[in-house]
């Protein structure tokens, strides 16, 4: 969860588990390699990450889908502006 | 027409341009390849047969994911008013086994100078979509999505 503000290094997320830093790390293993949090070293520490996007589920789907029709009218809106000038819109290709 | 707010979508918008103009963006290939797809993706080989059953394609050359065509079949034309078309259906109306599932309509009413426009997109259920999510046909879709932010402003 507190991945959510930002990458921290895997002690800092380990402190308050009590738990030892290989067993910790295990953990982490495991979420990385559901695609749920991705890891890489910096210095001597290891950055953690959340991946948001694997955590989108059904709910999110949809919105996908209308940004990407907001996005696509958008191209749309743009794209006869620059047909506006034209009295008969040829195809440009 | 009923939408279900769990699967789909209903997009409403006055566009400066006349019916007439934005139905040829929806209609003529060579006008649709120029803005389907955010940048840098590149919509080729359109094919629109403005006619119940005919086909309605798009390929588009995605940089670094391949190319992905999709078929579907056109339900219904009302020059500069209404089209119609659906991915569950291919040319000629013959189902299709592996499609994301959607229809789309693309309503325009004349509103002043310009059009009074609506796009709707009716999908699965959301049990029906799952299956194909978790065989990945999601990807056709939620692909240029993730782009979309970045390119709006360069378009």
């Known amino acids: 969860m507190r991945l959510g503000q930002g990458p921290l290094p895997v002690s800092v997320l380990a402190a308050p588990t009590g738990f030892a830093l290989p067993t910790v790390l295990r953990h982490l293993e495991v979420l990385e390699q559901a695609g749920l949090i991705r890891t890489e070293k910096r210095g001597r520490s290891r950055m953690c990450r959340a991946v948001p996007v694997a955590l989108h589920g059904a709910a999110d789907w949809l919105a996908a889908v209308r940004s990407e029709w907001e996005a696509r009218t958008d191209r749309l809106e743009a794209f006869l502006e620059t047909l506006e000038d034209e009295h008969d819109p040829e195809p440009r290709d | ?155």
């Open chain 2, 1 to 155: 027409m009923i939408l279900n707010p769990e699967t789909d979508l209903e997009l409403v918008r006055h566009l400066r341009a006349a019916p007439s103009k934005v139905w040829r963006c929806w209609t003529e290939p060579a006008l649709l390849e120029q803005w389907f797809a955010p940048k840098p993706v590149v919509t080729r080989d359109a094919k629109i047969d403005l006619r119940p059953g005919g086909i309605f394609s798009t390929t588009m050359d995605i940089p670094e994911m391949g190319t992905q065509t999709g078929d579907g079949c056109i339900l219904e034309v009302v020059p500069e008013r209404r089209l119609v078309w659906t991915d569950l259906l291919g040319p000629g109306y013959r189902p299709v086994g592996d499609a994301f599932g959607f229809t789309a309509c693309i309503l325009l009413e004349p509103e002043g100078s310009g059009t009074l426009y609506r796009a709707i997109a009716m999908h699965r259920t959301p049990d029906q979509r799952k299956s194909h999510e978790d065989m990945g046909f999601h990807d056709g879709w939620g692909t240029a999505a993730a782009q979309l932010d970045d390119v709006a402003a360069a378009l």
